[in-house]
């Protein structure tokens, strides 16, 4: 029997209900640099959201105009190996992986190996699947375009959601002060996640006050400029060219790693 069961949508559209449908298919045939995993959980992300909507419309350019180029939005999988392509190493039928594939929304998806890693042991399919896309979000701007360093000052706003949990968790991991933006029922969740300060965004506006010129967009990590807090300042000039010096308190944008990308602060242009 070499039937699965999938999920596929033939059209566009933002309920689930609407679109989805569990079909029976072929399993996917890998090529020599391919793993295939049998599939124990994958999970759903906004970017999952998007894609199936195809909204907003300019994702359409790359997802299909009229139609989902790919039938299947599913991305993240936790499972076990069940074949591996006469080129990869690494892995091997039986072991348990978590990572990201094409179509995994099924009993069967192919993967890259370098898009998948070893399951620990500690995690359950079904908490492994949960990690992928918005792990690796978080990872992007905490790390590699936050750098988030010791003894920095961390904004993570939409702190309880896919990619904030994750941004939380890492900026604490990375030593850093973090403060959440989350709703009041979720204030604790994201304290439990290594918060030290949180801000209730249904009763606070942090941006108020500031100017509001950092992007408001959910899940992005900020660290306080040293200029303006007075701390962490080798980290940041490393980044900037010319930081102006005692500031007022307040809060940069690190996801750009340079001068010239980076958003303004917010006390950009307040006087000393
Ligand atoms: N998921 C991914 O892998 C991925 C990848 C690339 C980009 N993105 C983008 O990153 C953003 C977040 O994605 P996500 O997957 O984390 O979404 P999500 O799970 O839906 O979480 C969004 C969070 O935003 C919070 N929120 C809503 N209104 C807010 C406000 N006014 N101020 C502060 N926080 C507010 C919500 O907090 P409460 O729950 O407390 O109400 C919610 O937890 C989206 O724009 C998404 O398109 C996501």
């Known amino acids: 029997m070499d039937d699965m069961a999938a999920i596929t949508q033939q059209r566009y559209g933002a309920e689930p209900e609407a679109v ?3 079909v029976r298919l072929a399993r996917p045939r890998i090529g020599a640099d391919d793993v295939l995993v049998r599939v124990r959980a994958s999970s759903v992300d906004r970017g999952i959201w998007h894609a199936m909507a195809g909204l907003p ?3 359409r350019a790359v997802s299909g105009l ?9 991305r993240n999988l936790a ?7 006469a080129k990869v190493t690494g892995f091997a039928p039986g072991d348990e992986v978590y990572g990201t594939g094409t179509a995994t929304f099924a009993e069967y998806a192919a993967a890259r190996p370098d898009r998948l890693a070893t399951k620990s042991a500690g995690l359950t399919f079904a908490q492994a699947a949960t990690v992928p896309v918005c792990g690796l979000t978080a990872l992007q701007a905490v790390r590699d375009n936050g750098r988030v360093q010791h003894g920095q000052r961390v904004l993570v706003t939409g702190a309880a959601g896919g990619v904030g949990t994750f941004a939380v968790q890492l900026a ?5 002060e973090v403060t959440a933006v989350a709703s009041t029922p979720k204030l604790d969740a994201v304290r439990a996640l290594g918060a030290e300060h949180v801000i209730d965004y249904t009763h606070e506006d942090f941006l108020a006050g500031a100017g509001a010129t950092t992007s408001s967009s959910t ?3 900020t660290a306080p400029c040293p200029t303006c807090a007075g701390r962490s300042r080798r980290s940041w000039t ?7 010096p005692r500031r007022r ?3 940069c944008s690190t996801a750009a790693p340079s001068a010239s990308s980076r958003s303004p602060c917010p006390t950009d242009g307040l006087p000393d």
């Open 20 to 22: 989805l449908r569990l």
């Open 57 to 59: 419309y300019p994702i």
């Open 66 to 74: 009229r139609r989902p180029k790919g039938p299947n939005p599913g």
């Open 79 to 85: 499972g076990i190996v069940a074949a591996v392509g």
């Open 172 to 176: 604490h991991q990375y030593g850093a």
């Open 219 to 221: 899940s992005r990590a």
């Open 238 to 244: 490393a980044r900037t060219r010319s930081p102006r």
């Open 249 to 251: 308190s307040g809060t």
